[in-house]
């Protein structure tokens, strides 16, 4: 049975505490309605923007979309689409899908906000991890996962990465949002592969794992900073291409094809290291790299 199924179709209590929190915050509540789906209460409100805020996990602004979506708000001269916010506390509305929309309404000078609220807020999480399948880079997507997992880490002490499988939808993006973090530029999309293959949820609660996760990012900062020497050394060669860094990793990959059993984390990555700091650059000529280049961009063969 779906949840409220038995509610009826009056309001539940909790509907009508929210309609009065929202009104005690200044706002209006236009509607309470079931969604279609679950036929869970939402309502439908028009909120006091200065107490909406982006969730403090998701990823960042594009400036590019914010600037996009405003000038298209603006030529209509309306706003259709409403945001979906959650409210933790009294006086505090969370949106964890409408934060180029609403920084586009602070722009315009809006007082109000249309919004969609969503009565459970752990509901955020779930909706944070589609933001997440459609983020526009790697880095967005590591960055919006581990600023979660710091979230939840706060929130649910008791709970660990295996329940929140879903919502980070990737161990390794866990793994290279913590790289993220202190380095914007990190090249995560080479690594990927890789931590893509090896890296896992790791058990038990995030206080546990935490850490462990903190120690398999400093295992793949220490080989970025080995293919960082090597790839130094290439370019006093003359060998400079944007695709050297995939090259050196390609030939060091601890994961051949002929492998029939998986290395743990870090068994491929303290490998990896060790294939780094052992690669001959006095082999490799520029053709080599280039041919490299073009195989990675050929399309595979169904």
């Known amino acids: 049975m779906k949840e409220n199924a038995g509610d009826g179709d009056d309001p539940p209590r909790r509907v009508r505490e929210m309609t009065e929190r929202v009104s005690a915050d200044g706002g209006t509540v236009l509607a309470a309605f079931r969604e279609p789906v679950g036929g869970h209460w939402h309502l439908f409100c028009l909120l006091p923007l200065d107490k909406v805020a982006p969730t403090p996990y998701q990823r960042d602004l594009s400036p590019t979309h914010v600037k996009r979506l405003h000038d298209a708000v603006k030529k209509i001269d309306r706003f259709v689409d409403p945001i979906v916010v959650v409210s933790p506390e009294p006086g505090v509305y969370w949106t964890p899908n409408g934060h180029h929309r609403l920084k ?17 807020p752990e509901v955020a999480f779930q909706i944070l991890a589609l933001n997440t399948e459609k983020a526009h880079n790697l880095k967005e997507k590591s960055l919006e996962v581990i600023r979660m997992y710091r979230g939840l880490a706060e929130t649910q002490p008791k709970k660990g990465e295996e329940d929140y499988a879903f919502q980070f939808e990737a161990p390794h993006l866990a793994t290279l949002g913590l790289l993220y973090e202190q380095n914007k530029r990190f090249a995560g999309g080479a690594f990927a592969p890789l931590l893509r293959r090896v890296d896992g949820f790791l058990p038990g609660t995030f ?11 400093e295992k793949v900062r220490a080989a970025d900073a080995a293919l960082v020497d090597v790839v130094a050394q290439l370019k006093k060669r003359g060998i400079r291409h944007p695709f050297v860094k995939n090259y050196v990793l390609a030939r060091t990959s601890p994961l051949s094809r002929a492998r029939k059993t998986m290395p743990s984390f870090d068994q491929a990555l303290d490998k990896l290291i060790a294939n780094i ?13 280039q041919r490299g280049a073009m195989m990675a961009a050929a399309p595979s063969a169904d």
């Open 277 to 289: 700091e052992g690669f001959d650059v006095a082999k490799v000529r520029y053709d080599d790299v």
């Open 207 to 217: 206080a546990r794992t935490l850490p462990q996760r903190e120690a398999r990012a």
């Open 104 to 120: 586009v309404l602070q722009r315009l000078k809006a007082e109000t906000c249309p919004a969609l609220l969503l009565l459970e």
